[in-house]
Each structure stands twice: as structure tokens, then as C-alpha cells.
């Protein structure tokens, strides 16, 4: 089956600083979405892009979270100045098209210290 | 907004035995729901889903059917096995408020031991 594939698988930053997380979606997929999940809490939705655009966000994703597919393969996700609150599971995910299941990958673990 | 309910895990079962795992919802629209799983150090994996009601989802054993009167989509295996360790999500998709990102449960942790 074919894989979403996320890295790094965990990162260690300090508050204050930028952080890049990268996802390389399927690649005939055209939607794509962010998520995460801090420790004991839901899955929450972030962002969802299509077109070289967000579609629909979060009230989550604010001034400081963006996301960018910068060469047609990679879907990043930056956080500009990490918070301790920001710690959690990040998971990318894609689908082909607007009806269809979304693939997820495996996760970053965010730990911001 | 939408939302949906889990049963708190961990769920510790011996193999062989019936599992039941809860899931409630509310929503604006009509949703689909969904239940995905999480083996340990993998991504969520979309275990089976249900579009309308009365509608049964089943996959390698589980199995849930949609029952829009009690909003529920419970899902259910008649003999664990330990490989079906994992964290469990119920989630839905609202197509009526054209959003189609997911609802997330908190996830049920299921424990088999042999």
C-alpha cells in the first residue's frame, strides 16, 4: 500500500525557536492535511490544503503556524515560535480526491522544551 | 460544532475474548464515520468506515454499524488476538457543512495479552 511518509519522527526544540515538520504526501494525492495530537487528548484537525492553497483551518492554526508545498513533493508544516503547549504528535496526511479516505503517516513527535 | 465520544481506554482483554469499543457522535450534517487504528510506532490506518445509516463497516474481523437514532457507531470483534493491540479512533466526516477534515475520538487503547 502506498505510504505518507513524515520525518523527522521526533524532534527535540527549545521554546522560542522555528520548527519545519515535513510530510512527502502519496504522490498522485491532491488534498493534504495536518493534524495533531497532544498527549492523552484527541486527534485535533490543524490545516487542509489543495490547489497551492488552505482550504479550511483550525482555530488552532493562528499567525503562528504555516504550510507550504514548496516543490510538488514535500507538504511542510513551520511553527515560527514554538510554545510548550505545542508539544504533540503531528500527523500529515492525503487523499486523491475530496470524496475518498485520507492516508496518514506515522507521526512526529514535537517536544518543545 | 461536531464532536465525538470514546470510551476511556486502556481496554485489557485475553485473547479469544469479545470486544466492544464505544463511540458516540454529534453532528451538523449527515456524516460518514470512520474507525481508524494505530499499531504501535505506525500511522493511523483506516480500519473500516460506514457513509449512511444502518450502514456495517467491517475489516479483519471488526465490524460497526452506523445507528443514526442513538448517534452511535460502536465497534466490535467476537475473538481479540494479541496482534490487535493498538489504539483505537472513532472519527466522522460532515460532508453537509462541506468540510471534509476529520473528527477525532481521544482513542481507546486495547491490550490483548495472550
Known amino acids: 500500500e502506498p505510504e505518507v511518509t513524515q520525518t523527522p519522527s521526533h524532534q527535540v526544540t527549545q521554546m522560542g525557536q522555528e520548527v519545519i515538520l515535513r510530510c512527502v504526501p502519496i504522490s498522485n494525492h491532491l488534498y493534504f492535511y495536518w493534524y495533531r495530537q497532544i498527549l492523552g487528548q484527541k486527534v485535533e484537525f490543524l490545516v487542509s490544503f489543495y490547489n497551492n492553497e488552505i482550504s479550511e483551518k483550525s482555530e488552532i492554526f493562528d499567525d503562528q503556524f504555516s504550510v507550504e508545498r514548496p516543490d510538488g513533493s514535500n507538504f511542510t508544516l513551520k511553527i515560527r515560535s514554538t510554545k510548550l503547549e505545542d508539544s504533540a504528535m503531528y500527523f500529515c496526511a492525503s487523499k486523491w480526491d475530496k470524496e475518498g479516505r485520507p492516508f496518514f503517516g506515522s507521526g512526529t513527535q514535537l517536544s518543545v522544551l | 460544532g461536531d464532536s465525538v465520544t470514546q470510551m476511556e481506554g486502556p481496554v485489557t482483554l485475553s485473547e479469544e475474548a469479545f470486544l466492544t469499543i464505544n463511540c458516540t457522535y454529534t453532528a451538523t450534517g449527515y456524516p460518514s464515520l470512520f474507525w481508524y487504528v494505530q499499531y504501535p510506532g505506525e500511522g493511523l490506518q483506516l480500519l473500516l468506515k460506514?457513509?449512511?445509516?444502518?450502514d456495517k463497516g467491517s475489516n479483519k474481523g471488526f465490524e460497526a454499524t452506523y445507528r443514526k437514532e442513538t448517534t452511535s457507531f460502536h465497534l466490535e470483534k467476537g475473538s481479540v488476538q494479541v496482534s490487535d493491540s493498538a489504539v483505537y479512533f472513532c472519527?466522522?466526516?460532515?460532508?453537509?457543512?462541506?468540510?471534509?477534515?476529520?473528527?477525532f475520538g481521544s482513542g481507546t487503547r486495547l491490550q490483548v495479552q495472550p
Open positions: 472519527a466522522l466526516s460532515d460532508r453537509d457543512t462541506g468540510r471534509r477534515a476529520l473528527t
Open positions: 460506514a457513509t449512511k445509516a444502518d
